[in-house]
């Protein structure tokens, strides 16, 4: 599991942009986000949380790593 606070993530369409993001970095991954938290939980077999920070980033949003709280 890694996990990512983004709090510039604001309404439903910042939402399918991380997702879209993220699932173009893994298109198997499980993407789960939330906006009243402004958390992104995602697994992903392919890829790690620097190269889906970098994507998110890349769609325009700030993502901060949240360690810790989910151990799988
Ligand atoms: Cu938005």
Request: aromatic share 2%.
């Amino acid at each position: 599991m890694i996990a990512f606070e983004v709090n510039d993530m604001t309404c439903g369409h910042c939402v399918s942009t991380v997702t879209k993001a993220v699932l173009a970095v893994d298109p198997g991954a499980k993407v789960q986000a939330d906006l009243a938290t402004h958390r992104v939980e995602i697994e992903s077999a392919g890829s790690d949380a620097t190269a889906l920070s970098d994507a998110i980033r890349e769609a325009g949003y700030t993502p901060v790593p949240v360690a810790g709280l989910h151990s799988d």
